[in-house]
């Protein structure tokens, strides 16, 4: 049975009193939104409280290894010293390397019965040097063995015979120049 | 005051919406918004420091692993192979040994200044020996495990007609360095040697007589009284 409701109460009462339920829940809803707010406020507010000190544990821990690299400066100038001075030892002690391994080489392999006169190394490693030997053989035996790769060990890049002549005492006399790799 | 309440009960719906409508956008302008930023801010800085404490934490380890008395060592020998004057005494005294060693008899010794554009520190002695050529050999290969930097220019050999006797001119250049470097700045790599750094060293330390170790760097060198650094100026 469905019960019967009547309300006898002027239209102008109803109307107020839905405006004033409306405006009670406007206003809650506004002062839920500016509470929320301030509390948001709040919570920034407290995270950036502990960040300082977040902040400030960083930069104390920051503080102490600078102490700690600045104390330890003189070693680490040491060893730049030390890195520095080995880096341009390396540079500079074989520059002159194909200087003398071209003249030891000549010297090596120039056959006992020849002898060397004059040689001379420049300072691109080109070897001049005049030889005088009893036997033409002992004159193929060197510019073989100086244009062997094996002999070589890979430094001669081309070897030059000049002036190659037969004296009156019975000996070759020749000049050699030698290129370097 | 009629009026104004007249207005009330016209607006009472919106006043209270956009008053907190304002305060909240100004809350959130002011406040909120700039708090976020410098907090995001703040975190990056706080990664920063934390990085940079943990390298320069790193940084310390390895340099306190360094052993300051090996180090000071290491820098004598360093300095005596290259000092950071010309030391001609020095230089002269090792190659007359190195000639001596090899079998030649040292003939003249010139010094020159070194050529001019050389991009290093140096200086010329043209040393002119007698001897065998299997000595001019062994010196020249003594060289490179002498006590100091030298570097052959040129070499020129004359075989003197009495016997088997040879005349070597040999002009040498011999290194010095002046500069004396400095580590850079405080975040910078620490200096580390790496193996053929080391392996230098360890020949280095053969090639040179503890005797004979120079003072590490400037301030040791200038303390010994030797005299004028190069007798020939």
Redesign the interface.
Known sequence: MGGISINLLPQDIILQRKQSSKLVLVNRISVGVLVTLVFFTSATGALRIMQNSELKEAENGLAYATERVTGLKSTEDKTFILKERLGLITTLVDGDQKRKEIFNLVVFLTPPDMQISEALVDKNGQLTASFSSPSLSAVQTLISNLSDKEKNSGLVAKVNLEGLSLGKDSTYRFNLKISPK | MHNLTEVYAKY??LI??V???I??VV??VL??IP??L??FN??S??SD??S??GR??A??QS??V?D?NL??E??KL??T??PSDRNVPSAVTVLQSLIAQSGLTLKSTSYSAAARGAS?DSFQLNVTVLGQ??G??RF??S??DSGR?F?????????QKSGSQVEAEIPITV?Y?AS?????A?DAE????NA??EK??LD?SRLVAPGTLAG??EASSSSVPIGKSNPFE
């Open positions: 009472k719906l209270w919406p008053v907190s409508g305060a909240s809350i959130l406040v909120v708090q976020l410098t907090y703040i975190r800085q706080i420091i934390i940079r404490s320069l934490e940084k310390a340099l306190e360094i300051e180090s000071e290491n820098l360093v300095f192979v290259l290093k050529i299997s001019v050999r020249l290969i060289l490179k930097v570097q052959i220019e040129s070499i020129s050999v004359r075989f290194f360095s004396l470097g400095k580590a850079g405080l620490p200096p580390k040697l053929g750094e230098l060293l280095l590490s760097g």
